[in-house]
Each structure stands twice: as C-alpha cells, then as structure tokens.
C-alpha cells in the first residue's frame, strides 16, 4: 500500500517527493516526463512512469492515504485532482493552486480538493509579517531611545570587537534619537587585535572602575550580552532599557525592549539591520568595525553563520576600510604574552583527547585565548583548557574542535557557582576569584599545585557529567542477567534474555569495553611528559599600542582570541 501519492511533475512535486520520502510510511510520485523521471531515479527518488488522469493507471495502484496534487499550472491541477478524487473517493487530496490561478475560477479546485494551497497569498503574508515585525522592532526601539536623556550602553567586560561594534553602532542610533550616550565597559582590552581594533579606527569607549559610575546616566543598555551582573561588573538588579544580544539567554529578561536572536553569528548584524532601517549612514569606521566583528565572531563566517551575516556583510563590504582590516588582522605580539603562550607549551599535559596547562602568573589575560588557540592545532588534541591567576583571580580559555562537548556550557556547570563563565560551544572562558587561596604567595608552587588540582577536577567533574559513555564499562553476559533478570526467573525467561543478547551481538562490543577500560577515561591521573622548551611564534608586524586617551594604559586580563577565532569566552 503506497501511503502518498504526488502527482504533477512541478519543482514543488519533486521537493515535496524528497521531503515526504524522509519519513515513515511509502510515497511515490506518478510522472509522465521520460526526462523528469530519469533525474529523480538518479537521485533515488521513487516514482514511476504513467499518465496520473488515467483511471486504469490509477486504480492499479491500490489504496492511497494522502494524494498531493503539484503541478504549475492551475488547469492540470485541477484536471489531476479530478481524476484523483474519481480513484480514490475517500482519500484526502491536497492540491497546489499553481502559478496561473485565475482569480475566479470555474470550477473552483476545491470541488475535487480538500485543501488548497494558494501560494502567492502565504507568500505574501509571510513577507508582510517579517517585514512589519522588523519595522515595528525599529519603531519601539526608537521610541525608547526617545525616552531616555543620557544612555549608557555597557558592553560585556574585556569587549571583543563584535561587543565594541555593537555598542558603536547602538549609539549612533541612540545618538539620531536625540540621546547623549557613551560606549561603556568593565574590565580591561589588553589583546593586540583589541587594541589595534579601538586604536586605529579611533573609537571613543569609557572603562568604568565601579558600577557608581552609572549614576549619572538615566538610562542603560546592554549589548552582546543581556544580563547584568553576568559577564559584566553591574549590580543584578540594575534597571536595564535596552538589550540587544546573539546569545541565548539563560534566564528571563526584563528590559523595556529586548532584541535576542541566537539565529544570526553575531549582534553586529542585528545593528547593520538597525542602521540600515533607521536610515543611518555607515561611514567607513562604522562599517569597517561591524564588518570584523562579524567576522571574528563567526570565525571568518565559518562558526554558526547565518544568511543574516552574509547579507549584513555584503552591505558593510561597500564601506569598509579593508586596509585598516589588515593592519588590525595582524598586530605586534607583546613580549608577555608571548612568554604565556611559551609557559602554556611548556606545562602543557595530555589526558586522552584533553590537553591542560597552568600558566601560573600572568600578565594579560587574553594571552591564556593565544596560548588555548595555538595549543588546539597539536594532533590528537580535541579539547584544551589553559589557566592562570593574577590579582587574587583564576582566569580560564578553553577550545574544542570536533566534538559534541559545549564547553560554554561545560565551564558554566564546572565554575558558574564560584565564579563566572560561559560562551560558546567551541570556546568559553571564566574567572574564579581565589578567595582563601589568595592568602597564599601566588609567586609559590604550592598555591600553583592547589589551583591547578581545583580547577581540572571541577573541569573534568563536569565534562563526566555531560559525556554519557556510549556503552558501560561493565556490559558483560554476567552483569546483565544478574541486573535484569529476577533470581527466580522462569527458564523460558533466561532463554529470551539470552536470544537478546546473542541478537545485539554483546561479544565485541565487550571487548571492545572491557571491565577495565576506565583507566583509559580521559579524566586519568596519568600524564604525558612536557616536550622541550619550542620557541613561540610571533607575527611581526607594525606595533599598534594603545592611543593615549582611547583606552587604559595599564590594560590587563581581557580575554580575546586572534582570528579566526572569537574574541570573547564569557
């Protein structure tokens, strides 16, 4: 019994055919083109030659649950439905309107059809809808931005270039609604790629020592990220107006109006729609910031990119200075964070797939991203975790490639209760305050030794907790008929379980899991030794330090990574 039928050879019936043969129950399509019928074979596609108006051809076929007519032209459809509702009485017909539909016709398809499908007012509608959502969006933002006097919008601590764009972007808007407004963030920028970003496009940003400092705003904004107190050094409860974010929220958010989108690869291609609606001219500053924040977010929109992203970066490309990208793309390495990436090597160690390092003392925290990037190319590695401390603060970078473990979420489950952590699914970071550790000298071996046993065990405590093992290590013949079978079991019972066994083929999969195979796991004690001190590679290239004014001087411990890769782990 064939369960659906498509009749009509259009573009529609063949994709309908390929949708519909992906699920449960048999679909066929009828067709009468030697040509058609040759390319669906070709593509293992079931159809079969004959004329689908044919009362003979079809009543071979049998009983039919679902008969969908898809021709192009309104004529043939409802000639196919006629004849379709003439074999099948009883069957439920679903019939295409086609291209040609006139606007009254007689008879009408649905004589013959119990649904028919008009394609040009769905098509219609659905156009309609995202563009009227995507105007009213554009409409109460600025309504909002109306209301506000002074706006500050606060990116995530240690901004990334697509948090730093984002906020750029928002202010010119906030700036064409009337608002005096200042980019604002937590924390330092201290990654080379960071500081040529801000330096050579000159942008104005406003590090803030204490959340105080907002008081003389009233109003705030949140971008790239969406909650206060995570990811940025705000009170939880301060009053938020504006978010705009790419990230998936974790919780509830309470602002007067809330953009998330976690379809798109970076919150730079919300604004360029912003922008571009709104009217607002993206000047080559403008555009050329957006554009590498996209970039870096979407790892040279490689990393869940979107059609979005493409399109926002078609619109910047116009504009964009394309030599300030490259002088941005390869900046001077400084000397401290080519002595972490060196150390990083150095104390590296290999559990299975998993390569850890403690760096001990560092410098600048974006140096930890560097040193999880270049220790990821290493063979065999899938997943890297290098930390260090400074200040009386555990900071943490993590990389992955190739596996099904989210290590966003990973370092949330590991640190999220005695610090702060998160990102994506391929690269996260945290930062753990030392608390009572931090009585101990951090010069001293002995606060290394205890920071690096609390931060592997919370790590690999929660990787066990996300990797369910594929097959226990102790699936013997043994263990499972005494954990399922009762002690006074039935003969006939013990044969079933027995036939079972035999029937999933328990012997190699035994061996392949032998009893002992934990001391495999990759939370193993056991350790590679390190190899022999290398020599870090460093781009040369021109220096592009910090202007005076546009960021700190002493700049510290802002996560990054160089391209392709994100520029933020929390």
């Known amino acids: ?143 909002v931005l109306g209301e506000i006097e002074s706006l500050a919008i606060v990116t995530h601590d240690n901004p990334d270039p697509d948090a730093i764009a984002s906020g750029v972007a928002l202010k010119r808007l906030a700036e064409a609604a009337g608002c005096s407004v200042q980019v604002c963030y937590f924390g330092n920028i201290t990654h080379q790629q960071n500081l040529a970003f801000v330096n050579l496009l000159d942008l104005e940003l406003r590090n803030l020592d204490s959340a105080g400092a907002l008081s003389e705003f009233d109003g705030v904004a949140l971008v790239d990220h969406s909650s206060p107190g995570v990811n940025d050094q705000l009170p939880a409860d301060t009053p938020i107006d504006i978010v705009i974010d790419h990230h998936p929220p974790k919780a509830s958010i309470d602002a007067q109006f809330v953009d998330l989108r976690s379809d798109v690869g970076a919150t730079s291609t919300i604004l360029v729609e912003y922008a571009q609606r709104s009217g607002i001219t993206l000047e080559a500053e403008l555009a050329t910031a957006l554009l590498f924040g996209i970039y870096v977010d979407t790892q040279s929109f490689r990393r869940q990119v979107s059609v979005a992203d493409f399109q926002a970066a078609g619109v910047l490309a116009a504009s964009a200075d394309f030599e300030v990208l490259k002088r941005i793309e390869s900046p001077s390495l400084t000397s401290q964070t080519l002595d972490t990436v060196a150390r990083a090597i150095r104390n590296r160690h290999v559990e299975g797939t998993f390569l850890m390092s403690c760096v001990g003392q560092i410098a600048e925290r974006d ?43 990973t370092l949330r489950d590991a640190f999220g209760q005695i610090g702060s952590a998160g990102g994506h699914v391929d690269m996260a970071g945290g930062q753990i305050d030392l608390g009572v550790l931090d009585a101990v000298d951090e010069q001293t071996n002995s606060l290394r030794a205890v920071v690096e046993e609390v931060i592997e065990a919370r790590f690999f405590d929660a990787v066990e907790a996300r990797v369910v093992p594929s097959t226990p290590t102790d699936l013997t013949r043994e263990t499972i008929t005494e954990r399922y079978l009762e002690p006074d079991a039935a003969p006939e019972d013990s044969a079933v379980l027995d036939g079972i066994l035999e029937e999933t083929d328990l012997g190699p999969l035994a061996d392949e899991y032998p009893p002992d195979a934990a001391a495999s796991h990759p939370t193993s004690t056991e350790r590679t030794e390190p190899a022999e001190d290398p020599t870090a590679e460093s781009d040369d290239d021109t220096d592009t330090g910090p202007r005076e004014g546009t960021v700190p001087a002493e700049d510290s411990d802002g996560e990054n990574d160089s391209p392709p890769a994100d520029t933020s782990d929390t």
Do not use: K
């Not at 013959?112 to 933002?141: G, K």
């Not at 890297?384 to 401390?389: A, D, H, I, K, S």
């Open 1 to 143: 019994m064939i369960t659906r039928l498509v009749v009509g050879g259009s573009s529609l019936g063949q994709q309908l055919v390929e949708t519909l043969a992906e699920r449960r129950g048999s679909t066929q399509m009828l067709a009468t083109d030697r040509r058609l019928i040759e390319q669906l074979r070709e593509r293992d596609i079931p159809v079969e030659s004959g004329d689908p108006t044919d009362p003979e051809t079809l009543g071979s076929i049998g009983m039919v649950d679902l008969v969908v007519v898809a021709a192009d032209d309104f004529e043939r459809n409802r000639e196919l439905a006629r004849a379709a509702r003439e074999a099948f009485p009883a069957t439920y017909i679903v019939a295409y309107a086609g291209e040609t539909a006139p606007s009254d016709p007689h008879p009408p398809l649905e004589e013959y059809a119990d649904v028919v499908i008009d394609p040009i007012p769905i098509v219609a509608e659905h156009t309609i809808n995202r563009v009227t959502e995507r105007s009213r969006r554009v409409r109460q933002l600025r309504s």
């Open 367 to 409: 140096a930890l991203a560097q040193a999880a990037d270049r220790l990821l190319s290493l063979e065999q590695i899938a997943t890297v975790l290098v930390y260090g401390f400074r200040e009386g603060t555990i900071y943490v970078s993590a990389r992955s490639r190739g596996t099904d473990l989210d290590l966003g979420e």
